[in-house]
C-alpha cells in the first residue's frame, strides 16, 4: 500500500501539526500499564482543606495532547468522585516550538477532548518576553522581514483601571464593575458548554447564579481577585 501522507512537518522533539498525535499509538499503549497508578492516586492525594479550592493536576510533555486523554479521564473521574465542589486545574505543560494549537484543538473538539460536556475548556498561552521577541531574532519566522525597534515589560494592575476603588476603596462597587470585565471575557467560552436543550430561562439563571457568586467573591477579597498583567509592547518596522 503506498503512503500517501505528506512527509512530517519540522517541529519541536515531536513532529507537528498533528503528526505526531496521529502516529503515537505506541507512546499511548506503552503508558496503560500506568493507569491503575493514576486511579490510586487520584483516590489517594489530600484534598484541599477549603472546600472550593482548585486542585491542579499537571502533565509534563503533552505533545499534541492525544495520549493525554484517557489518563486525564482517569484522574478527573477519581477526583470527582470524592468531591464534586473541588474545582479541577489541568495543566498541560511542553517545550515552546510544541505543537499547541494540535493539543487546544483537541481540547475544544466534543468528539475527542476529557472535558467536553462536562467542564468549560479555556486554553490559554501566555508568552513570556523572550517567546515574543524570538520570531524577530536571526532565524526566527519574522527575521529580517521586519524588526523590533524598542521594546518593554510590564506588570500591570488593574485595580488601577477603576479609579473608584483606588481612591475610595469600595469593595462592592468594585466587585459589581469587575465581574463584569469578567463576564465579558468569559461568558460566551464557559457557557457555550450549557446544554442547548436546556430552557433558555433556566441557562438564563445558571450564568446569573455564577456571576453573582464570582462577583461576591471579588468583594470579599479584591485585592487576591485583581489581575496583575505582564504585558509585552514591541515597537517594530520593516527594514529600510
Ligand atoms: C515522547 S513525547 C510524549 C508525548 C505524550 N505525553 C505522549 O504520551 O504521547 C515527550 C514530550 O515531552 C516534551 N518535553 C521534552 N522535554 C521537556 C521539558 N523539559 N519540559 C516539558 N516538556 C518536555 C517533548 O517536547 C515531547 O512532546
Not at 500591570?156 to 479609579?163: G, K, L, S
Request: charge should be negative; charged fraction near 20%.
Amino acid at each position: 500500500m503506498v503512503n500517501t501522507e505528506p512527509t512530517p512537518p519540522k517541529a519541536s522533539v515531536m513532529a507537528g501539526r498533528g503528526y505526531y498525535s496521529r502516529h503515537s499509538e505506541p507512546q499511548g499503549a506503552a503508558a496503560a500499564p500506568g493507569f491503575g497508578y493514576l486511579a490510586a492516586a487520584a483516590a489517594a492525594v489530600p484534598l484541599p482543606a477549603e472546600r472550593f479550592a482548585p486542585i491542579t493536576i499537571a502533565d509534563y510533555g503533552c505533545a499534541g495532547g492525544t495520549n493525554e486523554v484517557r489518563p486525564m479521564e482517569i484522574l478527573l473521574e477519581g477526583l470527582r468522585t470524592r468531591r464534586p465542589s473541588t474545582p479541577i486545574n489541568v495543566l498541560h505543560t511542553d517545550l515552546p516550538e510544541n505543537d499547541f494549537g494540535s493539543l487546544f484543538a483537541l481540547l475544544a473538539d466534543p468528539a475527542r477532548s476529557y472535558p467536553t460536556g462536562r467542564e468549560p475548556v479555556y486554553p490559554t498561552w501566555n508568552r513570556t518576553l523572550a517567546e515574543f521577541l524570538a520570531p524577530f531574532e536571526p532565524g526566527g519566522a519574522l527575521s529580517g522581514a521586519l524588526e523590533v525597534v524598542e521594546h518593554r515589560f510590564d506588570i500591570t494592575d488593574d485595580a488601577r483601571a477603576y479609579p473608584q476603588f483606588a481612591s475610595d476603596g469600595d469593595a462592592e462597587t468594585f466587585a459589581a464593575a469587575y465581574t463584569a470585565f469578567a463576564r465579558a471575557i468569559t461568558e460566551p467560552s464557559f457557557f457555550r458548554w450549557l446544554r442547548t436543550d436546556r430552557p433558555s430561562g433556566e441557562r438564563d439563571r445558571i450564568i446569573a447564579d455564577f456571576y453573582r457568586d464570582l462577583q461576591a467573591r471579588i468583594a470579599a477579597d479584591p485585592v487576591t481577585a485583581t489581575c496583575h498583567w505582564r504585558v509585552a509592547t514591541l515597537r517594530i518596522r520593516r527594514p529600510a
